[in-house]
């Protein structure tokens, strides 16, 4: 016989032997594909390594070159500021609103929301060539906009290095359909009466806004901000492929073509390719891959603290 | 799960209807009337501005391609051959299967993997479960790029660059978005339906697939769909690890390639993507539903 202690451990044994059974997938996955090759990348990031001899030990030297003598790595990281710094923002302001004008019909907006969404359907790859057609100085339909409405010398778009991350900006735009169905919801999601009680007092449609629906919208902005900003570190496929396009190349054929217009749409995680993966120079890469984790969660961890001040979660805390 | 459809407490006609039966001034009806065109109006030239770059890519596709290259915006005349010629010109049918096999054996992947797992992560009690959900959410934010150079050294090791293997097997061993997805959903669903099969003498497993998998088809159904749309769509991957072997490129790559090889086709290259986008589109539409909830899902409900 079993003392019912003896029962109670067996119990949690195989209860145990069930979580376990059933979080297999993801240890193994996790184990695996995330964790050993974040460690060997660290171990990496301090080798020089081109995959076909051994790595060899170098210390910090990948990391000093990285920072002091590479000025693609700066002109990569600067440029990769830029799209966070005007994308960013911007996207999620054109989401806001219109997710402000989709709550107000009384009926219809459906139709609107779908067509809205539609873009962020298209696969990156087509809708950067896309863009890249639409935006042509030549013969694209935005420049001859620009010229009947008088503008003289329209910008050249993607074959300036002055105006080729605008068109990537709006293409940024246009996908925004994902971000304004989460502003959407949260503002659906925001009580009638507090409206209700609003209008008693006689406030203006300007202090509704600004003093019920943004604070308790909060969390979403929040939450597309600190996405957007991690994933724009991350930016690559419209920007390879926009690049390419303009230089007339078929795709991985000459490295020094990423980022044209010169050097223009070279972001960082382009670079980071190009590094490792044309030029096999797997402990550089590995070394921005650390650099690029490290930035991911200094933003996010900057991101929460700040938040405390300025997002409203009604109840309970961070999800 | 929040549905976008709490319109119905908050405007109810028939309710309002009912409780309003004094008929309203016709100073204020005019005047609701007039708003609402102005909201409307406003919404369809919005709308037209997002559907015009889908416009000038289908009138383009049906160019000739001399026409392509000049200003004109209406294809004079219609080249519906153009459509025939890209599968001429280059292998699309095979492209179009490549890309299928991966993201239909990837969404398998995904969705056999992550239910066992978000179940363990919402609806099992054990000590360390809330610890392991915050290690599966960290993990969602872990660029790519951080973790790609040692896979790729492991796959070439393994044989597998030049394979579709390094963009399937990784997906049957979970996916972190699709487990935080599915145990959002999963933590909706009452315990007590759950004891019930319990009592009954089913183990975990049974419970699963009995009791919660039916309940959960939704959810279900939205990550794969993320994943089928995410594989599909995906550039990156296939890139590195199908460059090299054409035969096996997924549409993302035959198309970035079409402009290179056809410089100035620029016809034939958006009769190729229209192609490409028509699928994505027409699943849009038929699955819009599972598609709009998983998305608010994901957003900071929960």
Not at chain 1, 299 to 317: A, D, F, K, N, Q
Request: net charge positive; glycine share 6%.
């Amino acid at each position: 016989m079993l003392t019912p202690r003896q029962r109670a451990r067996r119990r949690a044994a195989r209860r145990y032997r069930t979580v376990l059974l059933f979080l297999s997938p993801w240890l193994i996955g996790f184990s695996v594909f995330i964790a050993y090759p974040m460690l060997a990348s660290l171990y990496y990031s301090f080798t020089n390594y081109d995959l076909l001899s051994n790595p060899k030990f170098v210390g910090l030297e990948n990391y000093r070159f990285m920072f002091t003598k590479d000025p693609r790595y700066w002109q990569a990281m600067r440029n990769t500021l830029w799209i966070i710094a005007v994308g960013v923002p911007l996207q999620a302001l054109v989401a806001l609103g219109t997710a402000v004008l989709l709550t107000r019909p009384r009926r219809g907006s459906r139709v609107y929301r779908t067509i809205l969404f539609l873009p962020k359907m298209a696969p990156a790859v087509a809708a950067a060539l896309a863009f890249v057609f639409v935006f042509n100085p030549v013969t694209g339909p935005v420049n001859q906009l620009l010229d009947t409405a008088g503008v003289d010398k329209p910008p050249l778009w993607f074959f300036s290095p002055v105006w080729s991350k605008w068109g990537l900006v709006f293409l940024g735009v246009w996908g925004m359909g994902q971000t304004m169905i989460i502003y959407l919801a949260g503002l659906l999601d925001v009580p009638r009466h507090l409206y209700e009680a609003a209008d008693v007092e006689g406030a203006s449609p300007r202090q509704k806004f600004r003093f019920i629906t943004l604070p308790l919208i909060s969390p979403a902005i929040f939450f597309s901000v600190v996405t957007g900003v991690i994933y724009g570190f991350q930016y690559f496929t419209e920007a390879y492929v926009a690049s390419f396009a303009i230089a007339g190349q078929p795709t991985g054929s000459a490295a020094g073509e990423v980022g044209s217009p010169q050097g223009s749409l070279l972001f960082y995680s382009l670079y980071l390719y190009v590094k490792g993966f044309t030029d096999f120079r797997m402990g550089y890469a590995s070394a921005m891959a650390w650099v690029l984790f490290l930035i991911t969660m200094a933003c996010t961890l900057l991101l929460i603290r700040t938040s405390r001040r300025w997002v409203h979660y009604g109840t309970g805390g961070f999800r | 799960m929040t549905v976008l459809a709490p319109r119905v407490d908050r405007e109810s006609p028939a309710a309002v209807a009912r409780i309003q039966r004094r008929p309203e001034p016709a100073s204020v009806r005019r005047r609701r009337i007039l708003i609402e065109t102005g909201n409307h109006a406003l919404l369809v030239a919005v709308s037209a501005i997002f559907l015009l770059p889908f416009v000038f890519i289908v009138l383009t596709s049906l160019m000739s391609d001399q026409q392509a290259l000049t200003p004109a915006l209406w294809p004079r005349p219609f080249h519906f051959s153009n459509y025939a010629e890209i599968f001429r010109q280059s292998p699309l049918l095979r492209y179009t299967w490549n890309t299928f096999v991966i993201a239909a054996l990837s969404t398998v992947g995904v969705v056999v993997s992550c239910v066992p797992v978000a179940y363990a992560l919402s609806l099992l009690e054990w000590r360390g479960r809330q610890a392991t959900f915050l290690l599966v959410l960290a993990t969602i934010m872990l660029p790519v790029q951080v973790t790609v150079v040692p896979l790729y050294i492991v796959f070439s090791r393994l044989d597998w660059i030049g394979t579709m293997k390094p963009l399937i097997v990784p997906l049957f061993f979970g996916d972190a978005f699709s487990i935080f997805l599915l145990r959002q959903f999963f933590l909706t669903i009452p315990q007590e339906l759950l004891d019930a099969a319990r009592v009954d003498g089913a183990n975990e497993a049974r419970v699963m697939t009995r009791v919660v998998v039916p309940l959960a088809k939704p959810a279900i159904a939205a990550i794969a769909l993320f994943q089928f749309l995410y594989a599909w769509n995906d550039f990156f991957s296939p890139l590195l690890y199908l460059g090299e072997n054409k035969h096996l490129w997924t549409l993302s790559l035959g198309l970035s390639d079409f402009r290179g090889h056809f410089h100035t086709q620029w016809n034939l290259t958006m009769a190729a993507s229209v192609l490409f986008m028509l699928p994505v589109i027409l699943v849009f539409f038929a699955a819009q539903r599972a598609f709009v909830e998983g998305v608010t899902l994901t957003g900071v409900k929960g």
